[in-house]
């Protein structure tokens, strides 16, 4: 039981976030959120008991690739001043 509710509140979240990035205005909020979504996913694939794919979820979806998202961001904001 705790699992399935657990698991009903990170999808909520999930789509809740997917809404917020998709109205925010502010591009690293939306890049923060995306990783977010990742880490959110990580969480699930525990619950589903796939611990192997979690950790690749966690390392490449919320940690590498949201931090390449934000510098790129960064650095694109620093060129345009």
């Known amino acids: 039981?705790?699992?399935i509710t657990i698991t009903l509140?990170?999808?909520i979240l999930s789509i809740t976030m997917l809404i917020y990035i998709f109205l925010t205005k502010d591009i690293i909020t939306a890049?923060?959120?995306t990783a977010l979504i990742s880490l959110f996913a990580s969480i699930l694939f525990l619950?589903?008991?796939a611990p192997d794919v979690a950790?690749?979820?966690a390392a490449i979806g919320a940690a590498l690739s949201g931090a390449i998202i934000i510098g790129v961001i960064i650095r694109i904001k620093k060129?345009?001043?």
């Open 31 to 33: 890049a923060i959120g």
């Open 47 to 49: 619950i589903m008991k």
């Open 1 to 3: 039981m705790l699992e």
């Open 55 to 57: 950790m690749t979820e």
């Open 79 to 81: 060129e345009h001043r």
């Open 9 to 11: 509140l990170l999808t």
